[in-house]
């Protein structure tokens, strides 16, 4: 019986990939000019009230930003009340929020601005930092990613769930279409954790099994960066994204779907996000690759492989560049910082996303001016 039920789940997933092959043609429902801003739970305070939130809006709105990607799902919960979360885990919210809805709250004063939302679940397939796995794998332990060795999936600190195992899937799609079904939210945003798996997973039995039905019973190769191995397991996380497309579209055919995954093709390499593929395929409507880099020449160098390389020419203008403002106690200098936007004007490009929004304060008079302004058009961002 067991391997009866393996069998059809094998044939369930070889159907999505087959499905998932046809490319999906971009809507074009917004033009030039996405300035946005990351806006995380971590090293900021802006969700802790909504008076936060009303000052944190007003200074994207001097500081010429129309987007905000806010976070919604970071250390195994989220920063909104979810029933998908309570039914699963008993946990309906981050206990900083109880009481609150700060995703809500953002929504309708950003709104108020003309600012629009996009909902950014961080952790992706990540299941904790530094805690074994956390309440999630302890709850499903079965959700577990394995490395070659047979221990829980850990790079960074992060622990990993199986972003393979069709309940892990099924999870993270039901956390998405309730965001998309619940708020008006303008887009939700995958980044570096999602669709991502670090490539030294994939070794669990679930995900052993489907390998071996499709090579004729051999074994995935112990070296975890064979890049066939690493081909064949970004095609299902590629083929993973599609259905996530889909599961949007069937909700809020308007609502955006975007993603941030790492610099190819370090991003396939050691995290299995084939993002090209995903752009060729029309399962990304906005993408901002995170150029994150400390000086010009390295910018350029990567902003150039991005434009020339990684998109086809009649998609670029979904290119908006995730730049780096901020982390930890990193700032670029002002200089730097405006040579990177002229970087990307030099290309057309008319915007970038900045991780993220503590920086803005440190730059005043570069936001506030028309040190910035003079560099970008400001149409509205998404047709009304």
């Known amino acids: 019986m067991r391997n009866f039920l393996l069998t059809i789940i094998i044939i369930f997933t070889s159907l999505i990939l087959l499905g998932g092959c046809g490319k999906k043609e971009v809507q074009k429902v917004y033009p030039e000019g996405v300035r946005g801003v990351w806006l995380t ?18 200074l994207c709105k001097e500081s010429g930003i129309n987007a905000i990607f806010c976070v919604v799902w970071n250390k195994a919960v989220t920063m909104y009340p979810s029933k998908v979360m309570k039914d699963l ?17 953002l929504i309708e004063e950003a709104h108020k601005s003309g600012i629009k939302v996009f909902a950014w679940f961080e952790f992706g397939f990540s299941s904790s930092y530094n805690l074994n796995g956390g309440h999630l794998l302890e709850k499903k332990p079965h959700w ?51 669709p991502a798996l670090p490539s030294e997973g994939g070794y669990d039995e679930f995900t052993v099994n489907l390998y071996k039905e499709a090579h004729n019973g051999a074994a995935p190769p112990v070296d975890s ?68 880099r400390y000086n010009i020449d390295a910018y350029r160098k990567v902003l150039n492989e991005a434009y020339n390389e990684q998109i086809p020419a009649d ?31 030099e290309k057309g490009i008319t915007g970038e996303v900045f991780f993220f929004y503590e920086g803005l304060k440190k730059y005043p008079t570069f936001f506030d001016s028309k040190i910035y302004s003079d560099t970008i058009v400001f149409p509205d961002l998404l047709r009304d």
């Open 315 to 345: 998609k670029r203008n979904i290119l908006y560049p995730g730049v780096l403002l901020k982390v930890g106690s990193y700032y670029p200098d002002e200089g730097f910082l405006h040579d990177m936007i002229l970087a990307n004007r």
């Open 89 to 105: 885990f008993g946990v309906e919210i981050d206990t900083l929020y109880i009481g609150r809805d700060p995703l809500k709250e």
């Open 144 to 194: 577990k990613s394995l490395d070659s060795k047979g221990n829980l999936l850990k790079k960074n600190n992060f622990e990993w769930m199986n972003a393979f195992h069709p309940e892990v899937q099924e999870f993270m799609i039901s956390l998405v279409t309730e965001v998309v079904r619940n708020y008006n939210v303008d887009g939700i945003q995958g980044d570096d954790r999602l």
């Open 225 to 292: 960066k064979d890049s066939a191995w690493v081909q064949w397991r970004a095609d299902l996380l590629t083929a993973f994204l599609g259905r996530l497309y889909d599961s949007v579209k069937s909700v809020n055919k308007n609502c955006i779907v975007s993603m941030s995954p790492s610099v190819y093709p370090w991003s396939l390499e050691e995290y299995l996000q084939d993002w090209p593929l995903w752009v060729e395929k029309g399962y990304v409507e906005l993408v901002c690759p995170q150029l994150y």
């Open 41 to 58: 739970n971590v090293d900021s305070d802006v969700l802790s009230s909504k008076k936060n939130i009303e000052d944190a809006v007003k």
